[in-house]
């Protein structure tokens, strides 16, 4: 199983940046969908972002254009690039794994087993 860990959280004001790491252990990481997911205080677990092995990427529709996820397979770290926060960016952020034999939409988060322990980003006003 892959082991997932991210970094990068903390507290930035609306129209700043942040960037967050996941690290991944495995020899079979470049073969995996990457993805990010989010959860804010009483709401559910929301898709943000996903990239595959061959490079294609996925967005939700309120983080297009403004987040950016990207990876290095020789750090074997994923990162998500994040621009123009809003207030209501603020939640837990999730790294997650995908083994290349699942079917399904990227934005399932029943599709990955593999989870990181979740970063912590607050945008304030």
């Known amino acids: 199983q892959v082991q997932l860990v991210e970094s990068g959280g903390g507290l930035v004001q609306a129209g700043g940046s942040l960037r967050l790491s996941c690290v991944a252990s495995g020899r079979t990481f470049s073969t995996y969908t990457m993805g990010w997911f989010r959860q804010a205080p009483g709401k559910e677990r929301e898709f943000v972002a996903a990239r595959t092995w061959g490079g294609s990427t996925y967005y939700t529709d309120s983080v297009k254009g403004r987040f950016t996820i990207a990876r290095d397979n020789a750090k074997n770290t994923v990162y998500l690039q994040m621009a123009s926060l809003k207030p209501e960016d603020t939640a837990v952020y999730y790294c997650?794994?995908?083994?290349?034999?699942?079917?399904?939409?990227?934005?399932?988060?029943?599709?990955?087993?593999?989870w990181g322990q979740g970063t912590q980003v607050t945008v304030s006003s």
């Open positions: 997650a794994a995908r083994p290349p034999y699942y079917s399904g939409s990227y934005s399932a988060s029943d599709g990955y087993p593999n």
